[in-house]
């Protein structure tokens, strides 16, 4: 069966970069996006940016361009996702998702959590 | 980017119960809708995508309707598992953007 495993809970200081890895099985890397949401406390889902399995493309939010970098590594199986320049309001839950083109996101990992405290 | 309002924020009903979340789209995005279901602690489950495809293992008094601008999301008869917060996404074009939420309670 599909799954996503997500690396576990980090704690940042204001300024650092994070690094949030997303594991995948069951299906063929390479056939799928990966997207990435996060969460903070008591907020909407809100969506960050895709990574394409097959050639590596990536889309970025708005708002989150400059600071995030999606990279894979197909022969792991593994989507990467740096978040940079880290800054209180960066404190959430980070999800990666399986995309179906055309019919949202079958498959979630179990969200990573990211602290980020003086 | 368009944005996604649901209503209602909260919604208190009891087991039974037939209910309907609504979601709002700022601009047509035609059927390009999703609706999750997330329960605290956990990621968000797909319920349905295409504005109305059950996805499979869902239950059927899981219902969904809508094109446009305009969606809902029907559960017909409350069971205990279906206590949690629903979200609508469209993905029709970038951002994704999600719905604030609807919490479900039980009343």
């Known amino acids: 069966q599909v799954q996503l495993v997500q690396s576990g809970a980090e704690v940042k200081k204001p300024g650092a970069s994070v690094k949030v890895s997303c594991k995948a099985s069951g299906y063929t890397f390479t056939s799928y996006s990966i997207h990435w949401v996060r969460q903070a406390p008591g907020q909407r889902l809100e969506w960050m940016g895709w990574i394409k399995g097959g050639n590596g493309n990536t889309k970025y939010s708005q708002k989150l361009q400059g600071r995030i970098t999606l990279t894979r590594d197909t022969s792991a199986g593994t989507v990467y996702m740096d978040l940079s320049s880290l800054r209180s309001e960066d404190t959430a839950m980070y999800y990666c998702?399986?995309?179906?083109?055309?019919?949202?996101?079958?498959?979630w990992g179990q969200g990573t959590l990211v602290t980020v405290s003086s | 980017d368009i944005q996604m309002t649901q209503s209602p924020s909260t919604l208190s009903a009891s087991i039974g119960d037939r209910v309907t979340i609504t979601c709002r789209a700022s601009q047509s995005i035609s059927t390009s809708l999703a609706w999750y279901q997330q329960k605290p602690g956990k990621a968000p489950n797909l319920l349905i995508a295409?504005?109305?495809s059950l996805q499979g293992g869902v239950p059927s008094r899981f219902s969904g309707s809508g094109s446009g601008t305009e969606f809902t999301l029907t559960i017909s008869s409350l069971q205990p598992d279906d206590f949690a917060t629903y979200y609508c996404?469209?993905?029709?074009?970038?951002?994704?953007?999600f719905g604030q939420g609807t919490k479900l309670e039980i009343k």
């Open positions: 998702a399986r995309e179906i083109v055309g019919a949202g996101f079958d498959s």
């Open positions: 295409k504005a109305s």
């Open positions: 996404q469209h993905y029709v074009s970038y951002p994704f953007t």
